[in-house]
């Protein structure tokens, strides 16, 4: 479990996210939605611990992240997996050596091992043996983004943030990335965040869902409930996707 409790985060002289409290589940898909400019990749960032707040404390699983020192920080980036809006693959590594980088980095895992887990993530995303050899120009953007998954459970991670994970995506593949994120969260008990514009993921995955609107937290809940929020810029944003709910 991971709690954001009274952020505050700004930025020169503005503030973009105003005492945002919240509790995201283990074992379940926990969504962060809202417009753009409405504070939800800073939060998510805040999170991650790629922005420090300038209040407030974030706890994963009870444990404080705020200032911590560089040793703690290292062990606390080994329980995290981070899936990039753009997959954020190195264009110079094959798609096995993408998904063994966290494990050359941070392991003591001899090479045959490193290599044996990395076969085994790419192979838990169903990526074609034909493909571990290619780089990553020579692959689809959606078996990019399974490689990029695979890289982002590597390590076995406690914790999984997802940064609008279908971008770029045709909603085929998107619907397939998102149930891939899902059945690994189960499988593997994961705390996952992710960060969306997609309302199909919204409604086919969001388990818990929080709204973000000009740096506040101003709804959460599930997709079941999600139309019956009496909140006015919820509402405006919910309007264009309201037929996919119903």
């Not at 809202?34 to 998510?44: I, M, Q, Y």
């Amino acid at each position: 479990m991971i709690e954001a409790i009274d952020i505050h985060k700004t930025f020169g002289d503005r503030e973009v996210m105003h005492g945002i409290s919240a509790t995201f589940e283990t074992g379940k898909t926990n969504l962060i939605i809202g417009k753009s400019g409405s504070g939800k990749t800073v939060l998510l960032k805040s999170l991650v611990g790629l922005y420090q707040p300038e209040s407030g404390d974030i706890l994963f699983d009870g444990r404080s992240t705020i200032n911590l020192s560089h040793k703690r920080s290292l062990a606390l980036r080994r329980e995290i997996g981070m899936l990039f809006q753009g997959s954020a693959l190195f264009d110079s590594l094959t798609v096995e050596e993408n998904v063994r980088f966290p494990l050359d980095m941070f392991t003591n895992m001899t090479l045959q091992e490193r290599k044996n887990q990395a076969i085994a993530c790419l192979e838990r995303v169903n990526m074609p043996k034909e493909s571990y050899k290619l780089f990553p120009s020579e692959i689809s953007g959606g078996m990019q983004k399974r490689a990029a998954i695979a890289r982002a459970i590597a390590l076995r991670p406690k914790y999984l943030f997802c940064d609008e994970p279908n971008s770029g995506l045709d909603p085929l593949t998107s619907s397939v990335i998102d149930n891939l994120i899902h059945e690994i969260t189960k499988e593997y008990n994961i705390t996952t965040i992710i960060n969306t514009h997609d309302m199909n993921s919204v409604i086919n995955i969001g388990e818990h869902i929080i709204f973000i609107n000009s740096g506040n937290k101003e709804w959460d809940g599930t997709r079941e409930t999600i139309l019956q929020a009496d909140i006015p810029a919820m509402k405006e944003f919910l309007e264009p996707y309201r037929l996919r709910f119903e």
